[in-house]
């Protein structure tokens, strides 16, 4: 019998990530999961007058529309989507350096939020969630922003930082919530929510 508590509990299913995010694909499977990767791109757009939670949830919904017709009577498909929320700003992933340096003097000293929602799709079952964890940055100088901007790749992540990298061990003082919420999905909630399948 296999002992993973949750591939025991998902044996009979196929389950699909889809999503772009080698940090998601990491996340699945340190759970232990196993999985397939399927990206279909949509444009991530959303209405303006919604909420930063209201967000998360909207593109982790949007992610999973193409898929939504072809979803066969074992298929679990996963998606989901990371925001970075300032002063209620959202910040996105930065289109450059200069964008990723501003965001990371702007976080420098401060807290802000970060909410990663997740959609799970069945045939017949659809659960949605989010979590918030909050992130208190340390004060950040040009010196360190600048080694971390030469020395890693903030352009594919909310907020132009990896808490899982050398900027989150230097800068990042304190968290309140989920470390893996801010990595890109809230585990804890993934597996209850998958458990109920
Ligand atoms: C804040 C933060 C974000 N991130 C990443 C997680 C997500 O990959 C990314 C946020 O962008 P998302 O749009 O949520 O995801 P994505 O475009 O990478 O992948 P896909 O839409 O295909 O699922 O930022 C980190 O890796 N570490 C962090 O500390």
Known sequence: MEVNPLKNRLKDKNIIL???????????????????VEIRKVIETYPSHLTPPEVAIYL????????????????????????????????????????????????????????????????????????ITLVHFNKLSKFEIDYYLDYYQPYDKAGAYGIQEWIGQIGIKKIEGSFYTVMGMPTHLLYENLMKF
């Not at 889809?18 to 232990?32: C, D, F, V, Y």
């Not at 200069?98 to 799970?120: D, N, P, T, W, Y």
């Open 18 to 36: 889809a999503s772009g995010s080698p940090r998601r694909k990491q996340i699945l499977e340190e759970l232990g999961l196993s999985f397939s």
């Open 60 to 131: 982790a919904n949007l992610k999973a529309e193409p898929f939504k017709k072809d979803l066969g009577e074992n298929d679990i498909l996963i998606t989901g989507d990371t925001i970075v929320c300032l002063e209620n700003k959202i910040l996105g992933k930065p289109k450059d350096r200069e964008e990723a340096f501003e965001m990371l003097s702007r976080l420098s000293g401060k807290e802000h939020q970060v909410i990663s929602s997740v959609c799970l799709k069945s045939k017949d079952k659809l659960f949605e969630f989010k979590d």
